[in-house]
Every structure is written in structure tokens, then in C-alpha cells.
């Protein structure tokens, strides 16, 4: 249902953008979902990186914000995650989430490294 995306290997200091797609969404149900990326490292929880709701209320964790903006396309069906100034505790597999009413969609994950 989701298609995570835009992951790979860069150096600190560096920049990805990360998509969420939900190509099978139809638009009216997309605007009326929350969305969040998380994040996990093998042999530790699951972390919540960022959020946003579905009236375009945006949350972010301690440790990535003003470095990492969430934003969605509804014309594209498509959250993004924008990170900047990547540091390698950074590193990890990240994951899209969507929740709503009688929804919560899991994507595959997109690894992230970021290399010193």
C-alpha cells in the first residue's frame, strides 16, 4: 500500500530526500490520513522521526528537528521527508506509516548511511 523510496548512502553533512508513495490511495481518503516516518536501528526500537496530520499539523523527534522537514503532495499521493545535515547516528532503515479511519499501512522501509 505504501512505497518507501529515496534512501542510500552519503556522507555526514549530507542530504536525502525520502518519498511515500500510496499510488492506490484515492485523494479524499489521502487528505483525511496522518502520516509518519520512523526509524530503527537493528536490536532497538522502532522511533518516530516525523509526523504530519491530517489538518497539516507537522511533529518531529528531538533529535532531527530543524534538520528534517516533512511535507505531503496530495496531487502526487506522496509524503516526503527531507533531511539535511545527515549525521551518522542518523543511520538506520526508514519507514512510512499511514493511520486513519479504518487505515494503518505499513511501507517495506528505505535504508539510510550515512558515512563519517
Known amino acids: 500500500q505504501l512505497q518507501a523510496s529515496g534512501g542510500g548512502l552519503v556522507q555526514s553533512g549530507g542530504s536525502l530526500r525520502l518519498s511515500c508513495k500510496a499510488p492506490?490511495?484515492?485523494?479524499?481518503?489521502?487528505?483525511?490520513?496522518?502520516f509518519d516516518w520512523y526509524r530503527q536501528v537493528p536490536g532497538k526500537q522502532r522511533e518516530l522521526v516525523a509526523g504530519?496530520?491530517?489538518?497539516?499539523?507537522?511533529n518531529y523527534g528531538d533529535s532531527v528537528k530543524g534538520r528534517f522537514t516533512i511535507s505531503r503532495d496530495a496531487t502526487r499521493k506522496t509524503v516526503y521527508l527531507q533531511m539535511n545535515s545527515l549525521k551518522t547516528e542518523d543511520t538506520a532503515k526508514y519507514y512510512c506509516?499511514?493511520?486513519?479511519?479504518?487505515?494503518?499501512?505499513w511501507g517495506e522501509g528505505t535504508q539510510v548511511t550515512v558515512s563519517s
Open positions: 506509516n499511514a493511520r486513519g479511519s479504518g487505515i494503518d499501512y
Open positions: 492506490r490511495m484515492i485523494t479524499s481518503v489521502f487528505w483525511t490520513t496522518n
Open positions: 504530519i496530520s491530517r489538518d497539516g499539523h507537522t
